[in-house]
C-alpha cells in the first residue's frame, strides 16, 4: 500500500502544511535520493549532497538535522532499544538499511546474516522483487536492470562485489539498489 | 507446612465472644487458604475483626503494586507468614528513560524488615525495582528457606549478586532474570552453582550477554531433572543448543540461544532430531539473528506450543509463515514488525485460536525505514482471530476505519494498546484525528481493561473513554487532547481507573485538580510535559494529605512549572529516601 506519509519531522505542533520549505510544492519529499551522476570508480560523497540540494526539498538527502529524538518515545524498553542499535563492524547482528531507486522506503537486513555475496544478493532479490543477475568484475552488473551499491566506511560508493566478502562486511554502512544506467560508472575502474 | 505456621490467638473479651462467629478459628483459616487472589482476600479481610485475623494469619503470598504506598513493616506486622512477595516499584515510564536513575525503590529496606520477621520467605517477584549486589547476597544468606527470584526491569546489580545467589540458595528453584539493567561481568556466576545441586526447575538468562561456560550448564541441566524452564543467552550457538535438549525433553518452556551458525547436515540433523523429542514444549522463545533456513528443525516441537516469542528474531512475512504452518495451537504471539502486512495475514490464516498479538518495531527511532506493519495487517488478524483480545501493535500508520472494523471482528478486547510512533499523526487517509478509533475501541469493548492511545487525538477521545470505558483500569496516553476537559472526562467517567499515565499533553492545573478524590482510589498518576504548575501540586498536597505528591524538574526548566509530577496513595507517608531531584510536596 503506497501512501503519502504525513511525516512531521519536528516534535511539536507544526504540520507540515504550514512547514517553509525550498523546492516545489507538491513534489514528492520521500524521494530520498535523486539521480547523482556517477563518475569513475569511487564518488566523492560530497558531490551526491551537493547535487541533491538542488533538486529536491532541503529536508531531503542531507539528512535533516537530526530529528530530536523525543526521550522515551516511542514507548520501547531501552532492553529492547539497545539489542538492535549494535551496527559497527559487528558480524552479527549488523543491520544496514537498503534503498532502491524508485520505492518510497528503505527496508533494514542484517549483513550477519549471509555468509556470501550470492546469499546476500538472492536474499535482495526476494525483497525487492528484481533481478540483479551475476557479477562480473570486468562489467559488474551489466546485463540487469539493478546493481547493488553500497556506502564504505569512508563515505564512498562502490558496487557490491568489488572487494572481499569479509571486507564488504566490515565497511558497508548502508545498501543502494541502483537504476543499472547510474551503476555503470562504478563498475569501470577509474 | 501448616504446622510451621504462627498461632497467636487474642485473649478474647466478653465483647468479642459474643460476636464471634460460630465456626473455630482453624476452619476459617482453612477456608480462607482456598482464596489466591489478593483482590478476594482483601474484600475477606474486611468482612469483621475475626475474618482480618483469619486472613491475615494465612495468607500466603503479598502483591504490592507501588512498593511506596506501604512500609516494609506494615506489611510484615499484618501478615507475619507470608513466603511469598511480588513488588513493583518505578513508575511505568521508568522504562523509556523518563525517570532519574536514583530515584529510588530501592529493595533493601524490605529484606531487613523480612529478615528479622519473616525469615521463612520463599519467594521474591520484583518489577522496576532497584536491587544492589549486597542486597542479593543479603537475601541469599538470610532466608534459607529462599526458592525463587524473579527480577524484571530492574536495576542496580551485577552478574556478581547473581553469583552470590548460586552459592548460598540452597533451596533455589527459579532463577529468572529478565530484561534488567543489569552489569554483566561474565558469566561465572552459573559457574557458583554447587556440582551437588539438583533442584532447578526455572532458569531465564536469556537477555544476559557474556559468553557462559557450556560445559557448567550442560551438567547442570543434565542433573536438575525437575527443570521445566530454560532460557539460555545468545552465547549459545546452534550447535550447543540439542546437547541441552537431550537432556531435558521434559521442558515446558525453551528460550534458545543464537540461532545463525552455519550447520553441517550432520548437525542439523541432530538439532532437528533433538527438537523433536521436546514433545512438552507450549513456550518457544530466543532465536536471535535467525537464519529461516534452519526454522524447520523446530517444526516438530511446535504442535502443542502456545506462546511463541519472536519479538527479538527479525524474521520477514514469508518466513513467518511457513513457520506458523506448523502452530495451529498458537495463542500468543510476539513477532516484530519485519514481518510486514504478509506475516500477519499468515497469522490469521494459520492461527485461529490466537488471543495475544504483540508486534514491536525493529527499529523505531528511524524514519526512514520500511513500512512496518500497517492498518491492513491488523484487520487480517482480526478477521481470522475471533479470540483475540490482547494486542500491542507498534506501526506507522493507522485508519479510523480499520480499528473500528477490527474491533466488529474483535469486541472482547481486555488490552488494546495501539502506538502510531510518530506522534500526533492523523488518520492516513482522510487527515482526520483518530478519535473516532478509540471511540470505536471502548463503544464495543465492554471488557476493556486497558488501553493506550496515539496519533492525533482531540478531547473527543477522553470524551468517549469517560463514557463507555467503565471497566478500565489502566489508560496510557502521550501527546493528546486538547484541553483539560479531556483528562476531567477521564477522571469523572471511568469508576475502576486505577493507573493513568500521561506526557506531552495539554492538561494543566484544572484537570489535575477535578481528581482529588479518585487519586485515593487509584494506585498512581503520572503526568510529565503537560501544563501542570508549582502551585497545582502544592494544592493537591495539602487537600489530600493521603496522597504523595511528587514532583522532578528538569534542568533549567522554570521553576513555576511541574515538568513530572508523580502522585500515589500511601498509607506509609511521604517516602524518606527520596533524592535531590524528587521533591515531595
Known amino acids: 500500500m503506497e501512501m503519502e506519509r504525513s511525516v512531521s519531522y519536528e516534535s511539536d505542533l507544526n504540520f507540515k502544511a504550514t512547514e517553509l520549505r525550498l523546492g516545489l510544492p507538491g513534489s514528492d519529499e520521500t524521494e530520498k535520493q535523486s539521480t547523482p551522476c556517477v563518475r569513475g570508480h569511487k564518488r566523492a560523497s560530497s558531490e551526491i549532497s551537493e547535487e541533491s540540494k538542488g533538486s529536491s526539498k532541503v529536508t531531503d538527502t542531507a539528512p535533516p538535522p537530526a530529528k530530536a529524538h523525543i526521550v522515551g518515545w516511542p514507548p520501547v524498553r531501552s532492553y529492547r532499544k539497545n539489542c538492535f542499535q549494535k551496527n559497527e563492524g559487528e558480524g552479527v547482528g549488523k543491520f544496514v538499511k537498503v534503498s532502491m531507486d524508485g520505492a518510497p522506503y528503505l527496508r533494514k537486513i542484517d549483513l550477519g546474516v549471509y555468509r556470501s555475496y550470492s546469499e546476500l544478493l538472492k536474499a535482495l ?66 | 507446612m501448616e504446622s510451621e505456621l504462627k498461632r497467636f490467638r487474642n485473649s478474647p473479651n466478653s465483647e468479642e465472644l459474643t460476636r464471634r462467629s460460630s465456626f473455630p478459628d482453624e476452619v476459617i483459616e482453612r477456608v480462607l487458604s482456598l482464596f489466591k487472589s489478593h483482590k478476594d482476600r482483601s474484600a475477606v479481610s474486611l468482612v469483621c475483626k475475626d475474618w482480618y485475623n483469619a486472613e491475615r494469619w494465612s495468607r500466603t503470598h503479598v502483591f504490592i503494586g507501588n512498593c511506596y504506598s506501604v512500609s516494609p513493616e506494615i506489611v510484615a506486622r499484618r501478615f507475619p507468614n507470608i513466603r511469598s512477595v511480588t513488588l513493583k516499584g518505578k513508575p511505568r515510564f521508568s522504562d523509556f528513560n523518563l525517570v532519574p536513575l536514583n530515584w529510588g525503590a530501592d529493595i533493601h529496606a524490605w529484606l531487613v524488615v523480612f529478615a528479622d520477621e519473616c525469615p521463612f520467605l520463599e519467594e521474591l517477584r520484583l518489577k522496576r525495582m532497584t536491587i544492589s549486589d549486597e542486597s542479593l547476597e543479603f537475601l541469599s544468606v538470610s532466608f534459607p528457606n529462599f526458592k525463587s527470584l524473579s527480577l524484571l526491569s530492574c536495576d542496580g546489580f551485577s552478574t556478581n549478586g547473581l553469583s552470590a545467589i548460586a552459592t548460598h540458595c540452597k533451596n533455589l528453584i527459579e532463577l529468572d532474570i529478565q530484561e534488567n539493567g543489569i552489569d554483566d561481568r561474565g558469566g561465572s556466576w552459573l559457574s557458583c552453582f554447587p556440582e551437588s545441586f539438583t533442584l532447578l526447575e526455572v532458569l531465564n538468562f536469556a537477555n544476559l550477554t557474556s559468553d557462559i561456560n557450556f560445559d557448567v550448564l550442560e551438567r547442570l541441566v543434565s542433573r536438575c531433572k525437575s527443570l521445566r524452564v530454560l532460557k539460555v543467552n545468545q552465547s549459545i550457538s546452534l550447535e550447543q543448543l540439542p546437547r541441552l535438549l537431550v537432556h531435558a525433553p521434559q521442558l515446558t518452556e525453551l528460550g534458545t540461544g543464537s540461532f545463525s551458525q552455519q550447520l553441517t547436515f550432520p548437525q542439523y540433523e541432530e538439532l532437528e532430531s533433538a527438537f523433536s523429542s521436546c514433545n512438552n514444549i507450549h513456550t518457544l522463545s530466543g532465536l536471535w539473528d535467525v537464519k529461516a533456513i534452519y526454522l524447520p528443525a523446530l517444526y516438530s516441537a511446535c504442535t502443542n506450543l502456545t506462546f511463541l516469542n519472536l519479538s527479538y528474531a527479525a524474521l ?205 482510589s487509584m494506585r498512581s498518576l503520572w503526568m510529565s510535559a503537560c501544563n501542570v504548575t508549582m502551585n497545582g501540586c502544592r494544592l493537591l498536597a495539602r487537600v489530600m494529605p493521603r496522597l504523595n505528591v511528587e514532583v522532578m524538574k528538569e534542568d533549567g526548566s522554570d521553576d513555576s512549572q511541574a515538568d513530572k509530577v508523580y502522585v500515589y496513595r500511601s498509607v506509609a507517608g511521604p517516602r524518606r529516601d527520596a533524592p535531590p531531584s524528587v521533591q515531595t510536596l
Open chain 1, 125 to 190: 532479490e526476494n525483497m525487492f522483487k528484481l533481478t540483479i543477475g551475476a557479477y562480473s568484475e570486468r562489467e559488474g552488473y551489466h546485463g540487469s536492470e539493478y546493481a547493488p551499491t553500497y556506502e564504505d566506511k569512508d563515505g564512498d560508493w562502490m558496487l557490491v562485489g568489488d572487494v572481499p566478502w569479509e571486507m564488504f562486511i566490515s565497511s558497508c554502512k548502508k545498501l543502494r539498489i541502483m537504476k543499472g544506467s547510474e551503476a555503470r560508472g562504478l563498475g569501470c575502474s577509474a
Open chain 2, 316 to 520: 520477514q512475512g514469508g518466513e513467518l509463515a511457513k513457520l506458523l504452518r506448523h502452530c495451529p495451537r498458537l495463542q500468543r504471539l510476539w513477532v516484530m514488525d519485519t514481518v510486514e502486512d504478509k506475516g500477519l495475514e499468515a497469522v490469521g490464516l494459520n492461527c485461529p485460536l490466537l488471543e495475544e498479538l504483540r508486534v514491536f518495531p525493529l527499529d523505531p527511532y528511524d524514519e526512514e525505514i520500511a513500512h512496518g506493519v500497517t492498518e491492513a495487517g491488523f484487520i487480517a488478524v482480526s478477521c481470522f482471530c475471533p479470540r483475540l483480545h490482547y494486542v500491542l501493535y507498534f506501526c506507522r500508520q493507522m485508519t479510523n476505519a480499520a480499528v473500528a472494523t477490527v474491533v466488529q471482528n474483535c469486541p472482547n478486547f481486555t488490552h488494546f494498546r495501539l502506538c502510531i510512533m510518530n506522534p500526533r499523526q492523523p488518520d492516513c487517509t482522510t487527515g482526520e484525528p483518530m478519535d473516532e478509533a478509540f471511540g470505536a475501541v471502548v463503544k464495543t469493548c465492554t471488557k476493556l481493561q486497558r488501553l493506550s492511545v496515539s496519533g492525533l487525538l482531540t478531547d473527543l477521545t477522553f470524551e468517549y473513554i469517560g463514557k463507555y470505558a467503565k471497566n478500565l483500569e489502566t489508560l496510557s496516553v502521550a501527546f493528546a487532547g486538547s484541553s483539560d476537559w479531556g483528562m476531567q472526562c477521564v477522571l469523572e467517567g471511568c469508576p475502576k481507573l486505577r493507573k493513568l499515565e500521561i506526557r506531552d499533553c495539554p492538561f494543566g492545573n484544572k484537570a489535575l485538580l477535578s481528581g482529588l478524590e479518585k487519586y485515593e
